[in-house]
Structure formats: C-alpha cells, structure tokens
C-alpha cells in the first residue's frame, strides 16, 4: 500500500453526492439569506389583502379618497422588497467577485414583477380606480425609493422611505397636487409622473447593484 493509497479520502457511497452548479447553488444562498422565499409569500398576502379591500369595499370607488387604501398596500409590497436587501451575515457573496450585483439586480427586479403580478391578480374580478397601470407606476417608484434607502439605513429600515412617502401622499392626494414627482396622485396617462417613477426605480436599482445596502446603522465605511 502506498502513502497516497492511505491519504486518499473514501469514495462517497453512490446516490448521496448531488451535482448542483455552484451558480445555481450560490443563488439559492443568496434568496435564502435575504428572506426572499418568506418575502414572496408576504407580496401573496399583500395581494389577497388588496383584494380583500376591493371586494369588501374598505375604499371608495371614485374620488380622492379611492387611493388612499390601495396605495398603503402597494407601499408595504415595496417595503417588503427593499427589506429583503438585507442579510444577517452580511454581503458575503463579496468572495464570489463578479456575481454578487447581478445577484442583487436580479433579486430586486424579480420581486417587483411578482409584487405587481401577486396585486394586480389580487385586483383582478374586482374596481381599481385608476386601474393596473397606477399599481405597477407606484410599486416601481416606492421600490426605488426602498432600495435607494438600504444604502444609508441598512435592509432591515429600508422601509421607512417608501412608507413615509405613501404617509405624504395621502395628503397629497387630499390636496389634489400635480407635481409629477407625487406620482401617485397622478392619473394613469401622466407623463410626467410616470418618468418620476421609472427614474426612482432606475436609480433605486442602480444604487443597490453597484452599491449594496449598508450592512449596520454603525458602520462608518
């Protein structure tokens, strides 16, 4: 027997190794560590919450007041996004090199088409004043403003932009304003506020795929 008959490592009994591409495998990491699966099944009870108000009538049909409801649920589906940016051990997919930003671009892209598809299958049989296209218009522009958020205060309170902006807007769509940059109070078909948005979004992504959220509130880097 030779020495390196002696070190060589058992051979694995057949059927208990798995080949599982270490992307794929790295992948799952990544969603498990940011919570996503809990998180998808939190945009499927947004959705039967949005419905629930629909179909129950916990908001006005027509006027000013017909948002209100529809927009503080299309703020917590962003909030529950921007919160899966952050992980309890820290953005450890740094040793990977290249693929943790499109590990985050992909994570946060990927919730918010589900986030708009779990509301609008919520909405759907039922009246949304203003209709599907204002729902996806606010998900996108408070989900930008989640993930912009994570950057300064960390996943775990990158709620708190997209909630306090639905808090403004309450006001400002009992006021009736006509910024385009209160894009929620903005009928379907306004331009501007659709640009609004789509660039909060846009920069909410760029930001956290480049960037990343900060990892604590007392970190000083």
Not at 44 to 57: F, R, S, T, Y
Not at 106 to 124: D, K, N, P, S
Request: hydrophobic share 50%.
């Amino acid at each position: 027997m030779t020495a390196a008959e002696v070190l060589k490592p058992p051979a694995a009994p057949p059927g208990t190794t798995r080949l599982i591409p270490a992307g794929i495998r790295l992948t799952w990491l990544h969603l498990r560590t940011r919570r996503v699966p809990a998180g998808i099944l939190a945009l499927a009870v947004c959705g039967g919450v949005l419905h629930a108000a629909l179909h129950w009538h916990w908001a006005f049909n027509s006027g000013p007041y017909a948002q209100q409801v529809p927009l503080i649920i299309e703020a917590g589906a962003a909030a529950v996004i921007a919160v899966t940016a952050h992980s309890p051990f820290g953005e450890t997919e740094r040793a990977t090199g290249r693929w943790l930003p499109h590990l985050r671009l992909f994570t946060a892209v990927a919730l918010t088409g589900l986030a708009i598809l779990a509301l609008q299958l919520g909405a759907v049989g039922e009246s949304l004043n203003d209709g599907i296209l204002v729902l996806a218009r606010n998900v996108i522009g408070c989900t930008g403003l989640g993930l912009a958020c994570s950057l300064v205060t960390g996943g775990l309170l990158a709620w708190t932009l997209p909630m306090g902006y639905m808090v403004f807007c309450q006001y400002a769509l009992l006021e009736a304003w006509t910024a385009p940059w209160t894009w929620p109070v903005r009928p379907p078909a306004d331009r501007g506020a659709w640009i609004c948005a789509s660039l909060v979004f846009a920069a909410g992504l760029l930001l956290i795929t480049v960037r990343g959220p900060r990892a604590r509130l007392s970190d000083d880097s």
